[in-house]
């Protein structure tokens, strides 16, 4: 935990130290995406070329209003015991020039398992953390965040992290107590704009390739890694061409003969993203992602010159003749209708000559007079002969279950207000077993602070695995701010 917390506080002092003036501010707008529904209904009506399809979206490439928890405004008509509770962050800075915040990161949940597959123990998260953003005039943004936990888990979740050393998306796990688990993470991005067509970070967290619930390309699934990321739009802004190059890891220790533990294997991977607006309301991508697992019993991770070319399918040609699925190419695509409905859709294949793709097609749809979403994705992932090197902390870094598998989701939310209801189900078909899993999630919330997410929720959770024939009825309390997506419904 002491290097979670070493790297946030490093983060935050040296990032302070930098500025410049500019434009726009550069921050990222949140992945998290139930608090975001007037956002994401202004972006399908807006006539503007737009690039959403790689996220996080950047702030200064939309038009729309950002959300809540990116605006730095003060209402001075308000007494401050009512601004700070209900309406602004914590503490907020803004001489023009200079803007920042600090929030306080909290997730206090407390649930009982009425399954009949549930361990007689008192289900609970306790997470604490930071959040904290700043702008340097208007081309350097900086965002870090801190977050430590103990848990006790469902059943179903408490097996996997068990089995996996990983709790969902959010770090290395360790024992707590005699079923809990204690974990943290941190992150921290650096944005720098040189002008409007460039931007460049570098950061520690998570990237998000699709217009659905799930990505067959790049999820935020797994847990935190870095990244440097480059973004540059053409032609008046009708196309976005983005690199990125990562590091993932193993949770296996190379040997050493040191008394300290061994590093963990590492992977890096060269990711290229090419968007084209054929229309204001159509949107076309590319996407190639070659992960190089070269590791040395040192520790020394040897990558060839190619990695850093940054034309797409480069890699792919170079590396195709050594059949170890490293690498995974496909296409996303985004149809917008009527300033309401949105159809999206993506091909994934491991490698240029797969003999059949992964399929993900689906739609969303606002109503036009109240704040309403529905959506509905369809999911059907291909059968691999080889094991795909895409994983990392033993997470997937696309789908959160295995080959050979088709999905159907589904989903409701009504966002007035400071009210958020929230009622999405899916079923997952594994075909190479032949069982399934049905998911059923009911949440309610009440928004205290939207500035911060601030949020008290309550809801139930049923999810039922046939072939096992475990029950998990899942009723549950909590008070957080939620500004990430965790993904539970597998």
Not at 110 to 115: C, T
Not at 116 to 132: K, Q, T, W
Not at 203 to 217: C, D, I, Q, T
Not at 463 to 469: A, C, G, I
Request: with cysteine; hydrophobic share 35%.
């Amino acid at each position: 935990m002491k290097r979670h917390k070493t790297h946030a506080l490093l983060c935050l002092v040296l990032l302070i130290f930098i500025g410049t003036k500019g434009f726009s501010q550069q921050q990222n707008i949140s992945l998290q995406n139930s608090f975001q529904i007037k956002f994401e209904k202004a972006l399908i009506a807006d006539s503007n070329f737009q690039h959403i399809g790689f996220q996080p979206i950047l702030q200064s490439r939309v038009k729309s209003n950002p959300p809540e928890n990116l605006k730095f405004n003060k209402l001075d008509e308000k007494s401050r015991l009512s601004r700070k509770l209900f309406h602004e962050h914590l503490i907020l800075y803004d001489s023009g020039d200079i803007s920042m915040s600090l929030d306080p990161l909290f997730n206090f949940e407390f649930a009982e398992d009425r399954g009949e597959s549930a361990r007689d123990v008192n289900h609970y998260v306790n997470m604490r953390g930071f959040l904290f953003r700043l702008n340097l005039g208007k081309k350097i943004s900086v965002e870090s965040t801190f977050r430590e936990n103990q848990s006790i888990m469902p059943t179903y979740l408490h097996l996997r992290t068990r089995k996996t050393r990983s709790a969902y998306g959010q770090g290395r796990v360790k024992a707590f107590n005699k079923d809990g688990f204690d974990y943290a993470m941190a992150s921290s991005v650096l944005s720098y704009s040189p002008s409007q067509r460039f931007n460049i970070q570098a950061g520690h967290g998570k990237l998000f390739v699709g217009y659905g619930h799930r990505s067959l390309l790049l999820s935020d699934l797994s847990f935190n890694y870095p990244y440097l990321k480059l973004n540059s739009t053409w032609f008046n802004e009708r196309l976005q061409y983005q690199n990125t190059y990562s590091i993932y890891q193993n949770l296996v220790r190379l040997q050493t003969n040191a008394e300290s533990e061994g590093l963990l294997e590492r992977k890096q991977a060269a990711t290229h993203n090419l968007d084209y607006a054929i229309h204001q309301n159509v949107n076309f991508g590319i996407f190639e992602s070659v992960i190089f697992p070269s590791v040395d019993t040192s520790g020394n991770v040897s990558i060839p010159v190619n990695y850093w070319v940054p034309i797409m399918f480069v890699n792919s040609i170079v590396e195709k003749d050594k059949n170890t699925n490293n690498s995974l190419v496909g296409i996303n695509y985004n149809v917008k209708l009527f300033k309401s409905l949105q159809i999206y859709g993506q091909l994934a294949s491991y490698g240029l000559s797969s003999e059949k793709p992964s399929l993900q097609i689906g739609s969303k749809y606002y109503f036009k007079q109240q704040p309403i979403r529905l959506q509905v994705e369809y999911n059907s992932i291909a059968k691999n002969k080889l094991p795909t090197l895409f994983t990392h902390y033993n997470e997937s870094l696309t789908v959160p279950y295995g080959q050979n598998t088709d999905e159907l989701y589904t989903s409701i939310v009504f966002h007035k207000k400071r009210w958020l209801t929230k009622i999405e189900g899916n079923r997952i078909m594994d075909n190479q077993y032949k069982t399934e899993v049905n998911y059923v999630d009911f949440q309610q919330s009440f928004i205290i602070n939207q500035a911060s997410n601030l949020a008290i929720k309550g809801g139930i959770k049923y999810r039922l695995e046939v072939l096992s024939k475990t029950e998990m009825e899942f009723i549950y309390f909590g008070l957080s701010t939620n500004l990430q997506n965790l993904y539970f419904n597998y």
